[in-house]
T-cell receptor, first 111, second 114 residues
Framework: TQLLEQSPQFLSIQEGENLTVYCNSS?????LQWYRQEPGEGPVLLVT?????EVKKLKRLTFQFGDARKDSSLHITAAQPGDTGLYLCAGVRSGYSTLTFGKGTMLLVSP | DAGITQSPRYKITETGRQVTLMCHQT?????MFWYRQDLGHGLRLIYYSAAADITDKGEVPDGYVVSRSKTENFPLTLESATRSQTSVYFC?????????????FGPGTRLTVL
């Protein structure tokens, strides 16, 4: 059973469209992180959310941590081809010291 | 400033051979991690280290051995490689001791076991 379920697994959209990626769990997390990974490279941290209900914005990207700290979402406004990549959510459960990763959402933005 | 380097970047080996993947950091981050990334499974933690001479198992440690005699190096050894260990391996460091601290990933090693 996957601790963190991401949806959708794959998303192909046109430049300028909006999209939302979801990261869900039945477990409570003390923090949630979102990473982006480009082909042939390692993941790069985008944001960390730690408080239930927290919303963080990074330019056109908006991240939200669920009130119960069991889920998170990533919303991209007016997607651009440069947003193409694999988006990974990762969380730390209370009492643990390591990250658990979701399987990722592959986003392809076409011009 | 190289940050994290992994070597080799690509490796092809045969079943039963011993293989060592190297990871080196130019920072002095306490925590280091080894992950494998496979289609359908995402990133899974193999082993991690909180400091030199301190290592601990992750989610999928079987068939792997690690050591950390120096803070900057964290080699991963496959004692007797199997086809199921074909994967992309990522080394990572964590800037601080807190769970919310940033993890930095290396460029990865693509390992193929024939």
């Amino acid at each position: 059973t996957q601790l963190l379920e991401q949806s959708p697994q794959f998303l192909s959209i046109q430049e300028g469209e909006n999209l939302t990626v979801y990261c869900n769990s039945s477990s409570v997390f003390s923090s949630l992180q979102w990473y982006r990974q480009e082909p042939g490279e390692g993941p790069v941290l985008l944001v960390t959310v730690v408080t239930g209900g927290e919303v963080k914005k990074l330019k056109r990207l908006t991240f939200q941590f669920g009130d119960a700290r069991k889920d998170s979402s990533l919303h991209i406004t007016a997607a651009q081809p440069g947003d193409t990549g694999l988006y990974l959510c990762a969380g730390v459960r209370s009492g643990y010291s390591t990250l658990t990763f979701g399987k990722g959402t592959m986003l392809l933005v076409s011009p | 400033d190289a940050g994290i380097t992994q070597s080799p970047r690509y490796k092809i080996t045969e079943t039963g051979r011993q293989v060592t993947l190297m990871c080196h950091q130019t920072w002095s981050h306490s925590y280091m991690f080894w992950y494998r990334q496979d289609l359908g499974h995402g990133l899974r933690l193999i082993y991690y280290s909180a400091a030199a001479d301190i290592t601990d198992k992750g989610e999928v440690p079987d068939g792997y051995v690690v050591s950390r005699s120096k803070t900057e190096n964290f080699p991963l050894t496959l004692e007797s490689a199997t086809r199921s260990q074909t994967s992309v391996y990522f080394c990572a460091t964590r800037a601080g001791t807190g769970e919310t601290d940033t993890q930095y990933f290396g460029p990865g090693t693509r390992l193929t076991v024939l």
